[in-house]
Each structure stands twice: as C-alpha cells, then as structure tokens.
C-alpha cells in the first residue's frame, strides 16, 4: 500500500525567510497530492494541492513542486509571517483514500 | 455556509464504555470521512459514507464503527473503550460530485478530543 513519508518533523525560521518541508511517496500510481495546514484548536485545512499531469503550482506566498521520478513533492513558503506558525500535513492519494504524512510542526520565530 | 459541525468537542470516558460521535457536514456536502489523530501516529483513516454507505474503510478494529443518515450527517461509535483510543476525532466532508475514485477537497471540524481513563 501507498506509504507517505515527511520531513522535517519540525522546521524553525526567521519571520521573512523561506520554509520547504518534503514529502516523499511509495506507490508510483498516486495522482492527487494535496498540503493541509492544522492551526492550534481546529481541524486541517487545504492550502494547496497539486495532480500528477503537473509539476509545480503556486498560490501567492505558497507552491508545491512535484517530482513523479523521484516521487516526492514540496511545499514552499517564502516570506513567512507569523500567522504561518503551524502543524502542515502531506497527503498522497489514488482512488479518493487519502495517505497521510506525520507533519511538520512550523515555527516562525520574530 | 455553516462549516463543519462536531460534537461533543471534549469528551471523558473509562475504558470499557463505549461512545458516540456527531458530525455535520456541510450543506450539500455527499461524502463524509472520518479520522483518528494522535501526536505519535498523526492522520489515520477510519472510514468514509457518501450516501449513507460506507465506500472506504481504514485498518481499525470492529469496535470502530460509523453511520451516515439521509440528511448526509454522520455518526462515529466506539465501544469497549480502549486507554490507546484517546485521541482527536476528526470528521470531514466534501462535496463527492465525481463520484467515488474522484479525489477532493476536504473540510475538517475542530474535532472531538476523547480522553480514555
């Protein structure tokens, strides 16, 4: 079955630098990668996702790169803010089940 | 539109009582999943409904079990509680037009924390 591995588990910047937390996936055949970021008290919420017929996405201040080779996928944030400070979730998925990352615990230091 | 509805959002139980929770998605919303998190294992799938079937099951015991009523919402049962089923219950929905295989965004609830003593 499809196993999704994450790094790092917690990655501290300065407020203005850029964060990349890595992703990396075993089954060849998954084509939906989506990133949820869980704030303190409230459930995940989608920031961005990507499918697998495209290599990179952007939204404002986030993207996501995709590497079918390799398989693994990226999120970057530039310019972060403290409102960044988060748990991000990787996800892989075929079929609609999601396989889930362990997290990246994102600090934003002043 | 409302989001995502959970509840109770806390929860305390002895082990060997069982427990139900409630989720209510947003209108319109077809499909609803659940999810177990813990601080050591993250996100596990326990199951998914879309028209009050369940079409998705993850690898939990059968003393996980769900339901999904014509209104779309959603309850989760556990019985002979277990200290290891503390946790963070996480219901989910999406709106499912594709069908099942169709992957989606989903919308999550703050969660039910269930503490086992």
């Known amino acids: 079955g499809e196993n999704v591995e994450q790094h790092p588990s917690t990655l501290s910047v300065q407020e203005g630098d850029s964060a990349v937390i890595k992703c990396t996936y075993s089954d060849s055949a998954s084509n939906y990668f989506p990133w949820y970021k869980q704030e303190l008290g409230k459930g995940p919420q989608l920031i961005i996702d990507?499918?697998?017929n495209v290599g990179e996405k952007k939204d404002q201040r986030i993207a996501v790169t995709l590497n079918k080779t390799a398989k693994h996928f990226s999120l970057h944030i530039t310019e972060t803010q403290p409102e960044d400070s988060a748990v991000y979730f990787c996800?892989?998925?075929?079929?609609?089940?999601?396989?889930w990352g362990a997290g990246t615990k994102l600090i934003i230091k002043p | 539109k409302a989001g995502v509805t959970q509840t109770p959002r806390y929860l305390i139980k002895t082990r060997g009582q069982q427990v139900t929770l409630s989720c209510s998605p947003i209108?319109?919303?077809?499909?609803v999943s659940w999810y177990q998190q813990t601080p050591g294992q993250g996100l596990q799938f326990l199951f998914e409904?879309?028209?009050?079937?369940?079409?998705n099951k993850g690898n939990f015991p059968g003393r996980f079990s769900g339901r999904q009523f014509s209104n779309s919402r959603s309850e989760m049962n556990v019985s002979t509680l277990e200290l290891g089923d503390s946790a963070l219950y996480l219901c989910?929905?999406?709106?499912?037009?594709?069908?099942?295989?169709?992957?989606?965004?989903?919308?999550f609830g703050s969660g039910t924390q269930l503490s086992v003593l």
């Open positions: 989910a929905s999406s709106v499912a037009q594709g069908g099942f295989g169709t992957n989606e965004k989903l919308f």
């Open positions: 996800a892989a998925s075929k079929a609609y089940q999601l396989i």
């Open positions: 409904y879309f028209s009050e079937t369940q079409r």
């Open positions: 209108s319109g919303h077809r499909s």
């Open positions: 990507i499918r697998s």
